[in-house]
């Protein structure tokens, strides 16, 4: 069965250090990758999405991630956080012949100001 | 328009009530979705609406009864709820319903079961 892993489930940073969120999946055909973010009482927005080519994707908001397939990941990267960036970051999966996407369990990030 | 709309945005409901949720796109998408969501936790697939025919629905409860009038709507219908059915309810729509579609999410409902 396909699963979706993200090592931290709470991470604190101050403002201007470097993120990197974890995210390893399992599934071994065709897989499309996507970071979600949740602001505090707002609504779920994609942040990135990986289909095809260039394994580095860049997203909203200065986000990036790279998928490397030989290690099922797709990290999520943003050189300097800010305070703003305080939010649940969702990393999901789905296979492309499937319907289903299959979600990690959330990152909780908060930036100290 | 790129957006997903949803209403009511709380809602509060007795166990024997019977109230709908909302849920409206203009994107042109075939797919929507109910999702589920508790507090820290990811989304939780409830039903799938494909060219507005259910096509999936993950053993869901019958207390929930999901229903797409058009392409553009889709209403979830509730009946006899349960205190733990409380929850932030999730209405999405992607341009199809596999593959390398992205789906986008509407600010959901807060439902409250008293």
């Known amino acids: 069965a396909q699963s979706v892993s993200q090592h931290n489930h709470h991470v604190i940073l101050s403002e201007a250090a470097s993120l990197e969120l974890g995210c390893n999946y399992s599934y071994g055909g065709t897989v499309n990758l996507f970071w979600y973010v949740q602001y505090p009482g707002q609504h779920l927005q994609l942040l990135l999405k990986?289909?095809?080519?260039d394994p580095l994707v860049k997203g909203i908001k200065g986000f990036e991630a790279e998928f490397i397939k030989s290690k099922f990941s797709f990290n999520l990267r943003k050189p300097s956080v800010q305070w703003s960036d305080t939010a649940e970051y969702f990393c999901?999966?789905?296979?492309?012949?499937?319907?289903?996407?299959?979600w990690g369990a959330g990152t909780k990030l908060i930036i100290k100001p | 328009d790129t957006e997903v709309t949803q209403t009511p945005k709380h809602l509060v409901m007795g166990m024997t009530n019977k109230k709908s949720l909302k849920c409206e796109q203009h994107m042109g998408h075939r797919a929507m979705y109910w999702y589920k969501q508790k507090a820290k936790k990811p989304p939780e697939l409830m039903f799938v609406y494909s060219y507005e025919k259910l096509s999936i629905n993950e053993s869901v409860p019958s207390r929930f009864s999901p229903e797409c009038p058009n392409s553009s709507l889709l209403n979830l219908h509730l009946h006899a709820l349960q205190p733990e059915d409380s929850a932030l309810y999730l209405c999405?729509?992607?341009?199809?319903?596999?593959?390398?579609?992205?789906?986008?999410f509407g600010q959901g409902t807060r439902l409250t079961v008293v």
């Open positions: 990986y289909f095809s080519g």
């Open positions: 999901a999966v789905n296979a492309d012949s499937n319907y289903q996407l299959i």
């Open positions: 999405a729509s992607s341009p199809r319903d596999r593959g390398n579609t992205e789906a986008f």
